[in-house]
């Protein structure tokens, strides 16, 4: 299939895939039953998920280890809207708290336009992957870092850039920070999609990036496939587990298999 995309390498995109796939870690690693049980889960809440939600224990159970695994995921998926600037042109990606702890930092002796009217030479990027993921503390630090560098360097502007927006947008950022209203016409809220456009000249790449993003995770995750399909054990464990109790039917012996994963030195239980 031909590769469309100018501002990056279909070779370079693979890669950039196959690292964040890595980053996951040990939350591609199987769950048996001792895994799924670490933090001690909530067997009310799992009786409630599955009969509310009409699920077998089949599903309930999956969509368990599902959340477990997915608690961690967004620092994965954070790595991979950031790190990908690598392979832009004019882009640098710092390393983890190196050079100001900005995430990047885009150069362009041409000029970089603000849609004040303003042009200025280089911007520092904050990028979240959710608009509504800082609390006020974070977002005061922020804003106070970014009046920082403006005080430093007067020919930069700097944004904070959200990967889910609530729109398409880039706009000035308009904070609380200690009960005040905050703004500067340098200190931009901008969408991941105008980012994109801004950085690439292409107003669409990262509608672009998105249509090939399916296909080129399939390709990755086929090719290391032994390595990142795990076989979870977890309903088979629960099952040999609900064959020590007879209470008249496998659905409610599994019940109890669950129940005494939290409550086995509950009384009642521990009898």
């Given amino acids: 299939m031909p590769w469309d995309l100018n501002f990056i390498s279909e070779e370079n995109f693979k ?4 690292a964040t796939i890595q980053k996951y870690g040990d939350k591609l690693e199987s769950f048996n039953l001792k895994r799924f049980n670490k933090n001690i889960i909530d067997p009310i809440k799992l009786i409630f998920d599955k009969t509310v939600y009409r699920a077998t224990w089949d599903e309930t159970i999956s969509n368990e280890i599902f959340r477990q695994r997915d608690k961690s995921n967004n620092n994965d998926i954070g790595y991979f809207h950031q790190r990908i600037f690598q392979y832009f042109a004019n882009c ?7 050079e100001g702890g900005w995430d990047v930092i885009y150069t362009n002796e041409a000029g970089i336009p603000i849609p004040d009217g303003t042009t200025v030479h280089t911007v520092y990027v904050e990028m979240k992957n959710k608009h509504n993921t800082m609390n006020s503390s974070a977002t005061g630090k922020t804003f106070i870092k970014m009046q920082n560098q403006l005080l430093h360097d007067d020919d930069c502007a700097c944004f904070l850039v959200e990967a889910i927006a609530k729109r398409s947008q880039n706009i000035k950022w308009r904070p609380a920070v200690d009960g005040e209203n905050m703004e500067h016409r340098l200190i931009r809220r901008v969408s991941l999609d105008q980012f994109y ?11 672009q ?6 296909r080129v995770i399939q390709e990755v995750a086929d090719d290391a496939a032994a390595n990142i399909i795990p076989h979870d054990t977890v309903m088979e464990e629960l099952r040999a587990l609900a064959s020590n109790y007879d209470m008249g039917s496998q659905d409610l012996s599994i019940a109890m298999a669950i129940y ?8 009642g239980f521990a009898e």
Avoid at 92 to 98: C, D, K, L, R
Avoid at 198 to 204: F, I, K, P, Q
Avoid at 260 to 267: D, E, H, I
């Fill in 15 to 18: 890669d950039h895939v196959r």
């Fill in 92 to 98: 640098h990606v710092p390393a983890n708290g190196e």
């Fill in 197 to 207: 456009a801004l950085v690439t000249g292409e107003e669409d790449a990262f509608y």
């Fill in 209 to 214: 990036i998105c249509m090939v993003l399916p």
């Fill in 260 to 267: 005494m994963l939290g409550f086995s030195t509950y009384a």
